[in-house]
C-alpha cells in the first residue's frame, strides 16, 4: 500500500536476542537491501566533525568511536515482491528491529546525547538492564559476549547493499564495535569498507541533496517529502512504491507501532490550508533547534512541507501569469503588424500599411456563410456584422478599429486591476494591524495553536528512535529508485544484481560530507591496502 499509517518495529535485547535471531537472519538474507541507523552515547567536539580536512574529521571521529558507545541500532530490511511489482509500481515487504544495545566497557555519555534521546523517548533503564552486551575492537577468544558480532557477521556475508542517511560516522561506530579496531588511516578504512561491503553502500543524505535536490536533507524532512510525493504519485497513476508488513500475532508483546499517517488534507489544492502558527525556520532548514520542544514555533514537517508547496505554486503561478501576459502582447503587437487584403478575388496577408486602400483587418474575417464585400472606389466594406467604415468595435477582445487603420485598447489590462485591488487590501489589512482591531478569533485561535505546539512536538518526537529511523532510510531509498530508474521497473524480476535493475552506478559507495560539495567515495585506491586485521577478520567469516 502507497499509503500506511503506521510502522511495526520488533524491539530486540537481551532477553529475546536468542529467539528473534533466526528470524532477523532470514529478513537479512532474503532483503533486497537493508537500511541501518545507529543512536551513539555522544558525538564529541561538533567542530572536528565538520573540519576542512576529511582525514581530520576521520581521525576525530576515531576518537569519537573509540570512547563513546553504540547504544541502540536499527536495521530494516527491504524485499522486494516480483508479484506485485509490474508496471509502474515497486512493492516491498518490510521487517523493522530496534535493537538495544549495551557496552561492557567504559564509554562517555554526553549530557546533550542524553537530553536528546530522553525528549525521543529512549529508556536508558531498559538499556542497562536488557541491552546485549558487546566489546569493542577485535575478536576477543573465549569472550561470552559476542552473539551480535555472529549477526553483524551475517549481514557482511549476505553482501546485501546497505542504506545509511549522513553514513560517514555510523560506518565508523560499526566498524570498531561489531568489527574490528579502527585502522589509522582513512585511506586504508575505505579500503576496508569497499570489502567488507561488497553490495554496495548508500547515502540518503547524499541522494537528497545531489540527485533529488530536495529543498533540506535532514530525515524527517526526506522522509515525509518521499512519502507524500509517493502518495501523489500514487493518485496519478504516477511510478510509486508500495509497503506491506508481516502480520505478526497478538501474542508478541515486543512488537511497537510508529505512528506516520499522512495528513488527511495532503490531496487538497494548495492555497486551502492557513498555517495556524509560526514555524520555526532553523528547523526547516537544518532538522535541529536549539529550543528542541520550549520552541514556541512548529517543528511539524506537514506544515514545513504545506508552506513549501504553496511558496513554489505562487511562484507557477507568477511565471504563468507573466507567460500569459507576454503571449498576449505579442499576439497584439503581430496583429497590428499583419493585415489582410483582397487581390484578384483572394485574401492575401501583407504587413499592415496606414494608407493602403484594401485593408481589412485579420480580426474581423468573416466565414464563407457571412461575407465582405469590399467596394474599390469608394473604400467601404458591406456585410452582415459591419455598420461603419468609420469605427468598428469588438466586444470580446475590447479593441476598436478606427479608420485611419491605428489600434486602441478599449479596456484597462486585468492584471493591472487584480495588482491594485491587492495592494488596498494588504493596506487595509496593516491598518487594521496598526490600529489593533484586527480579528480577535484570528487571534485566539494563534494563541491555542501556539500553546499545543509544544505538545505535539513532543508527541511526534517519542516516534523518532533507531529502528523506525532505519525505516525511513529504507523508505526514502525505496521511493528514490521507484522514481529516478531508468530502466523499466518490470525489469526488477530479471537475475541482475541490485545497482544494475535500477540503474543505481552514479550514487553507490558515496557517503555525504558535510560542507564539501563533493561525496567522500568508498573505494580502494591505488595507493592504499587494506588493513592486517580485516585481513584476518574476512579469513575467518571465510573459513566459518
Not at 20 to 30: E, F, G, K, T, V
Not at 380 to 386: A, E, M, P, Q, V
Not at 402 to 422: N, T, Y
Request: overall charge neutral; some cysteine.
Amino acid at each position: 500500500m502507497a499509503w500506511f499509517s503506521q510502522v511495526p518495529v520488533v524491539d530486540v535485547h537481551k532477553d529475546n536476542f536468542h529467539e528473534l535471531r533466526p528470524s532477523m537472519q532470514l529478513a537479512i538474507q532474503s532483503a533486497t537491501f537493508v537500511a541501518a541507523d545507529a543512536e551513539l552515547s555522544g558525538l564529541g567536539p561538533r567542530k572536528l566533525l565538520v573540519a576542512h580536512s576529511v582525514d581530520d574529521r576521520y581521525k576525530a571521529m576515531c576518537d569519537i568511536a573509540k570512547s563513546r558507545a553504540l547504544i541502540s541500532l536499527g536495521l530494516s530490511c527491504f524485499k522486494i515482491n516480483p508479484q506485485q511489482t509490474c508496471g509502474d509500481v515497486v512493492s516491498f515487504t518490510v521487517q523493522s528491529f530496534d535493537i538495544t544495545m549495551l557496552c561492557n566497557e567504559d564509554y562517555i555519555v554526553e549530557p546533550g546525547a542524553l537530553s536528546f534521546l530522553v525528549e525521543h523517548g529512549f529508556d536508558f533503564n531498559k538499556q542497562y538492564s536488557k541491552g546485549i552486551p558487546y566489546y569493542r575492537g577485535v575478536d576477543k577468544d573465549g569472550s561470552d559476549v559476542h552473539q551480535f558480532r555472529e549477526l553483524f557477521s551475517e549481514i557482511i556475508k549476505a553482501e546485501k547493499p546497505l542504506i545509511f542517511h549522513n553514513g560517514f560516522l555510523d560506518l565508523v561506530f560499526l566498524y570498531q564495535c561489531f568489527y574490528s579496531e579502527l585502522p589509522s588511516s582513512m585511506a586504508t578504512f575505505l579500503a576496508d569498507l569497499s570489502e567488507i561491503f561488497s553490495g554496495g553502500l548508500f547515502d540518503t543524505k547524499y541522494i537528497a541533496e545531489f540527485h533529488s535536490r530536495m529543498s533540506a536533507s535532514y530525515l524527517e524532512y526526506v522522509f515525509r517529502k518521499s512519502q507524500r510525493d509517493n502518495a501523489v504519485n500514487q493518485s496519478k497513476g504516477l511510478k510509486h512504491v508500495t509497503i506491506g508488513f508481516p502480520n505478526y500475532p497478538t501474542a508478541m508483546k515486543c512488537i511497537e507501532y510508529r505512528q506516520c499517517g499522512l495528513p488527511s488534507n495532503i490531496m487538497e489544492p494548495l492555497g486551502t490550508t492557513k498555517l495556524a502558527v509560526e514555524l520555526c525556520m532553523q528547523y526547516a532548514g537544518y532538522g535541529h533547534c536549539p529550543l528542541s520542544t520550549k520552541c514556541p514555533k512548529s517543528h511539524d514537517p506537514d506544515q514545513i512541507l504545506d508552506q513549501e508547496d504553496s511558496v513554489c505554486e505562487n511562484k507557477r503561478k507568477r511565471k504563468r501569469n507573466r507567460n500569459r501576459r507576454k503571449n498576449k502582447h505579442k499576439m497584439e503587437e503581430s496583429e497590428t503588424k499583419t493585415r489582410k487584403v483582397v487581390q484578384d478575388g483572394l485574401v492575401i496577408t501583407e504587413p499592415a500599411g496606414e494608407t493602403d486602400e484594401n485593408y481589412i483587418d485579420a480580426r474581423f474575417d468573416k466565414q464563407p456563410n457571412d461575407p465582405v464585400h469590399l467596394d474599390l472606389n469608394t473604400n467601404k466594406c458591406s456585410g452582415s456584422g459591419i455598420e461603419s467604415d468609420k469605427a468598428m468595435h469588438c466586444g470580446t477582445h475590447g479593441t476598436m478599429l478606427e479608420g485611419d487603420g491605428e489600434m486602441h485598447l478599449g479596456m484597462k489590462d486585468e492584471s493591472g486591476i487584480k495588482k491594485d485591488v491587492l495592494e488596498r487590501t494588504e493596506d487595509k489589512k496593516t491598518k487594521k494591524r496598526a490600529d489593533g482591531s484586527g480579528d480577535a478569533n484570528e487571534t485566539g485561535t494563534m494563541t491555542s495553536a501556539v500553546e499545543k505546539v509544544g505538545l505535539l512536538q513532543k508527541q511526534r518526537m517519542r516516534g523518532h528512535r533507531a529502528g523506525f529511523d532505519a525505516f525511513m532510510t529504507g523508505f526514502s531509498m525505496a521511493a528514490f529508485i521507484a522514481n529516478h530508474s531508468t530502466r523499466g521497473i518490470s525489469d526488477t524480476e530479471t537475475d541482475c544484481s541490485f545497482i544494475e535493475k535500477f540503474s543505481l552506478q552514479d550514487i553507490i559507495n558515496r557517503l555525504c560530507l558535510s560542507g564539501k560539495e563533493i561525496p567522500l567515495h568508498v573505494r580502494k585506491s591505488n595507493f592504499s591496502k587494506t588493513s592486517v586485521n580485516h585481513r584476518n577478520k574476512m579469513k575467518k567469516l571465510k573459513e566459518a
